[in-house]
């Protein structure tokens, strides 16, 4: 097992319910060790950034997963608040959503999104998908600690 993904976690923004258990399904299958974390909305993931209640205790996560479509704040208006602030650009942002439109692609990357990626229909593919970002997230790049904050 790898030393290197017990000191990594991961924070995942997104709405939907099912999409957050496939998620972490597909993870577990995929074999990541590294704490996932998960949160509802933009709001929710900036609690948990900036730990406000009920998050004063969270840790700094090493990389978001990051919806776009999201109730209260949406995943643009979170990743430019996120990049903004300078605790906080430095943790890489994968977009992971279900828009294909150019327009969120470019105002992503114009905003300073890590990838995009579109989420894809079948549970397969998913398992794909989430095993390539271990494997370069966690496993191959450098990542922030997550306990500095």
């Given at each position: 097992m790898d030393v290197k993904q017990h000191k990594t976690s991961i924070l995942i923004a997104d709405d939907d319910a099912d999409d957050r258990m496939l998620l972490e399904q597909a993870f577990q299958k995929a074999?990541?060790?590294?704490?996932?974390?998960?949160?509802?909305?933009g709001e929710?993931?900036?609690?948990?950034?900036?730990?406000?209640?009920p998050y004063e205790n969270s840790m700094?996560?090493?990389?978001?997963?990051l919806d776009l479509n999201m109730p209260r704040?949406?995943?643009?208006?979170?990743?430019?608040?996120?990049?903004?602030?300078?605790q906080l650009r430095q943790i890489p942002v994968v977009v992971l959503t279900t828009s294909t439109a150019e327009e969120d692609i470019l105002?992503?990357?114009?905003?300073?999104?890590?990838?995009y990626i579109s989420k894809p229909f079948d549970f397969k593919s998913l398992l794909e998908i989430t095993q390539t970002i271990k494997k370069y997230w966690i496993d191959t790049v450098s990542l922030p600690d997550d306990s500095n904050r």
């Open positions: 074999k990541l060790t590294s704490k996932l974390y998960f949160v509802e909305d929710e993931l900036l609690d948990f950034l900036y730990q406000r209640p700094r996560p090493s990389l978001i997963i704040k949406n995943g643009v208006q979170a990743l430019r608040e996120i990049k903004e602030n300078d105002r992503t990357y114009d905003l300073g999104v890590s990838s």
